[in-house]
């Protein structure tokens, strides 16, 4: 499958949101719509009437972009299925955290993404949890919030976690031992991946001393956080979409500069671009954000800098970087995973 399937699985899924909650009576008050990224089910309680409060905590989820939804209430929420069990929970908490005790809070997503087994999460939050319509392959399910549901935020779902000086595979970065803290969904997981281990080795046999540099994708903050135990002195630049993984960062790698986007900025600013960049949309394997990064980061380097990425080896980096870098050449090899430096601009 391709990006473009999941963007159709999207909007076949909002369509039928939209056919299910637009005509319910609750739909002329305030609602919450989470983690739309077609902005048709706002569209279509918008044109009932709704006064539609959109929210995610990715880019283009929403109109507003932050870790837990915006102070309010409301009489309705539609929550977009997550990507995981552990991001529903966190998701269907959130949008009760918002919602009037009694008030509609309802899944909408794909039979294939596992919105069947939805209703077990909403019943954690809601009353009364039943299947609203399916069809198209897709299906909403919705209840009434419970009286009891309480708003924790969201460091009620934090989760910590514990690396050792030997996880880091590196006498120098001995000290970044340590308690560290992430969030469902928030990319990298609790731990370090084999890739962003290759990676982080690699950074730490650099013989340079990058003044500014940057985390492209930073997830819970890893090689952020290497980049400042090697490189005290410079500026550490940290960038996701999610705004959960800002949120990491700030506590896993003080000092970083860490900030919401998907788009490298500046001309000629900085002398090294690390990634570990997500290659998948979903479950169907997508290289717009790699390629994105590619054409974005060349001319955000200074002369003699260079991007050091790692992705599946599978992957035709030297194709993709072609036409924007002069050289592409592979410097380490871990399991399915390859670590690259891209030197240019061309």
């Known amino acids: 499958m391709t990006a473009r399937t999941r963007g159709w699985r999207d909007r076949a899924a909002a369509e039928l949101a939209a056919a299910a909650l637009a005509t319910r009576e609750e739909t002329v008050g305030d609602v919450l719509v989470v983690g739309d990224r077609t902005g048709v089910l706002a569209r279509a309680l918008g044109d009932r009437g709704a006064a539609v409060h959109r929210w995610g905590r990715r880019l283009g989820e929403g109109e507003v972009v932050s870790a837990w939804p915006p102070d309010g209430t409301v009489v309705l929420s539609a929550v977009r299925l997550p990507r995981s069990r552990a991001e529903l929970a966190f998701a269907v908490h959130a949008a009760a955290a918002r919602t009037r005790p009694g008030g509609t809070i309802a899944v909408y997503g794909a039979n294939d993404e596992g919105i069947r087994s939805a209703d077990r999460a909403l019943a954690a939050v809601a009353e009364n949890v039943t299947t609203l319509r399916v069809g198209g392959h897709c299906r909403v399910v919705a209840g009434r919030r419970s009286e009891a549901h309480a708003d924790g935020g969201p460091d009620v779902?934090?989760?910590?976690?514990?690396?050792?000086?030997?996880d880091w595979g590196s006498q120098r970065l001995r000290g970044c031992g340590g308690r560290y803290r992430t969030w469902p969904g928030v990319f990298g997981g609790a731990g370090l991946d084999a890739g962003?281990?290759?990676l982080v080795r690699v950074m730490a046999g650099f013989d340079?001393?990058?003044?500014?540099?940057?985390?492209f994708g930073c997830g819970w903050g890893p090689?952020?956080?290497?980049a400042r135990a090697l490189w005290p002195d410079a500026r550490v630049e940290a960038l996701d979409v999610d705004a959960l993984a800002v949120r990491a960062v700030a506590a896993n790698a003080p000092g970083v500069e860490a900030r919401l986007g998907d788009r490298v900025e500046g001309a000629a600013c900085y002398d090294l671009i690390v990634a570990n960049p997500p290659y998948h949309d979903g479950k169907e394997e997508d290289t717009r954000v790699i390629e994105a990064l590619f054409s974005d980061g060349a001319g955000a380097l200074?002369?003699?800098?260079?991007?050091v990425l790692v992705v599946q080896r599978r992957l035709p980096v030297p194709r993709l970087a072609a036409a924007r870098f002069r050289r592409a050449r592979p410097l380490a090899d871990e399991g399915i995973y390859r670590v690259w430096e891209l030197v240019g601009p061309l």
């Open 208 to 215: 340079r001393s990058p003044e500014r540099v940057l985390d």
């Open 157 to 166: 779902f934090a989760i910590d976690f514990e690396l050792s000086a030997d």
């Open 223 to 226: 090689l952020a956080r290497a």
């Open 196 to 198: 962003t281990r290759a």
């Open 302 to 307: 200074r002369e003699g800098g260079c991007m």
